[in-house]
């Protein structure tokens, strides 16, 4: 009996073993390194603002040493596994033809025209059609990051209080993007956008483009329950003393610079990844 019962504990481990592994297995996703071996998703190296997935330590190790190395099948599958989304095409960079759609490596691609996909599609073998698509500078001009969606609801200009930003009128900031209600307003913030630092700080965290991570006054973390609106954000602290100090700020404009000024900012907010 306590044979069959040994036997009986080695076997059922053993299934769990390889159910656990089959579970790490993401199906149809291929190591950048080992390019035949499925990637697991516990094998894991920050790349170019996302994951990507190899299929043992050793490719990991080896991937993180020279991720460049292996940069065409990184950023393929970061497209395969919907982190990064195409917004253009990747040869010319100009707005794509859904018409003009080409499979290059098990992802469906889109170009600008006839003449871009069929340059792709003459390409000797699969993998230069991927070097076409997927190495940087094709990459950098094809494909951004899926970001969170931007809240834009009630949010309004830094300039013209009353009026709603128009989600097409907006500045890259920091990482993010400024909304504003007109050109003209657009126009003020190009001209000198380090006055109004405090303003696009809020606004990043009002849409959600930024998250509070730590109290802006001692960057300690926050405890619940001590929360102040300032500006439409509810905003956290790491105790009733850091609180008081916004609360009792001399006015909005004081309260604001408190928390989303340069200091405050840097130590209570990251951009959302």
């Not at 699969?126 to 899926?146: L, N, R």
Request: proline residues 2%; charged residues 25%.
């Amino acid at each position: 009996m306590l044979i069959r019962a040994v036997l009986m504990i080695f076997v059922c481990g053993s299934w769990l073993g390889q159910v656990a592994q089959a579970q790490d297995k993401l199906e149809g996703v291929h190591c950048p390194v080992m390019a035949q071996a499925t990637a697991k998703s516990s094998k894991v190296a920050e790349y170019h603002g996302g994951q990507v997935y190899l299929c043992c330590d050793k490719c990991l190790a080896t991937f993180q040493a020279n991720p460049e190395k292996y940069a065409v099948r990184a950023n393929q599958q970061l497209v395969q596994t919907g982190q990064f989304k195409q917004v253009a095409c990747p040869l010319s960079g100009n707005a794509v033809n859904e018409l003009q759609t080409t499979n290059v490596g098990g992802v469906a691609v889109a170009f600008c025209c006839g003449g871009c996909k069929g340059r792709v599609e003459g390409a000797e073998n699969e993998s230069a059609k991927s070097e076409m698509v997927f190495a940087s500078a094709a990459f950098d001009k094809g494909f951004a990051a899926v970001q969170d969606e931007i809240k834009l609801e009630g949010v309004k200009c830094m300039f013209m209080v009353r009026k709603d930003v128009n989600p097409e009128k907006f500045a890259e900031f920091e990482g993010g993007k400024v909304f504003f209600c007109c050109d003209n307003c657009l126009k003020r913030f190009h001209s000198k956008p380090e006055d109004f630092t405090t303003k696009a700080h809020h606004q990043l965290v009002r849409t959600g483009q930024v998250k509070q991570t730590a109290c802006p006054i001692s960057g300690h973390d926050v405890a619940d329950g001590v929360v102040t609106e300032v500006a439409g954000v509810k905003v956290g602290f790491c105790c009733e003393n850091c609180q008081a100090k916004v609360v009792t700020a001399e006015s909005d404009d004081a309260r604001l610079e408190i928390v989303f000024g340069a200091e405050g900012y840097k130590k209570g907010f990251s951009k959302k990844e």
